[in-house]
């Protein structure tokens, strides 16, 4: 039983690329949150979907910042126009029902822009 | 969500028992404590919850208040991969969705 399944580990991007990471949530789980966690500092929400939908982003920076979770395939977090500040690891949780509040986690997505 | 207050770190020797306080004094009759911890470069883990009665899983020991206002996760024989940051969260269940909000923690430094 596979946990949650975050690709790639590491990425490294110039300013200005666009970072696209993925993650595949626990088997049966169709409830998907991203955390981003600057170097030194906490977790924060940034945004939660369902199959297809868009919950709640309001963690998420309005620009260059959007998600998706297709009815096939992995959750994709997608980042335009990559800048330093950017730089940071994106973790990904998914849990088996809305009102749980015991997520599961993946290894995360380590993002370095130079 | 409640807020809560934890130290910013701790030391354990190997072997012993960790005891991680946790406040939350303006916790509501509702409201549920959560733990998680984080090892370096991992994704946070998920260890225990509860409301009232004290709880205990393969992983840890969670003794909440009877005034409910702070809690103790007891890890009963610490180990050197137990070194992780552990963060406590009140929260309350069935609120819509879970959108966690993660405080500093504590910093749990186990030594041989």
């Known amino acids: 039983n596979a946990g949650v399944m975050q690709n790639p580990r590491h990425l490294v991007r110039r300013r200005g690329q666009e970072a696209r990471l993925r993650c595949s949530p626990m088997k049966g789980h169709s409830h998907v949150y991203w955390y981003r966690q600057l170097p030194e500092e906490g977790l924060k929400f940034m945004v939660y979907l369902q199959k297809e939908n868009i919950i709640d982003e309001s963690g998420m920076p309005k620009e260059r910042f959007s998600a998706e979770f297709p009815k096939e395939g992995p959750s994709i977090l997608r980042i335009q126009q990559v800048v330093r500040g950017d730089s940071a690891a994106y973790f990904c949780?998914?849990?088996?029902?809305?009102?749980?509040?015991?997520?599961?986690f993946g290894a995360g997505s380590r993002l370095t822009v130079l | 969500d409640a807020k809560t207050t934890q130290p910013t770190s701790m030391d354990c020797a190997e072997g012993r028992a960790a005891n991680l306080p946790c406040n939350h004094s303006t916790i509501s009759g509702n409201e549920y404590v959560y733990w998680y911890r984080q090892i370096h470069s991992q994704g946070p883990q998920y260890i225990i919850h509860g409301l009232k009665n004290n709880e205990t899983n393969e992983m840890a020991s969670l003794i909440i208040t009877e005034d409910r206002k702070s809690s103790t996760l007891i890890l009963p024989h610490a180990t050197l991969r137990d070194t992780a940051v552990y963060y406590c969260i009140v929260r309350t269940p069935n609120s819509g969705y879970s959108t966690l909000t993660f405080g500093k923690g504590t910093m749990l430094l186990v030594s041989p």
């Open positions: 949780a998914s849990s088996s029902s809305a009102a749980s509040d015991v997520l599961t």
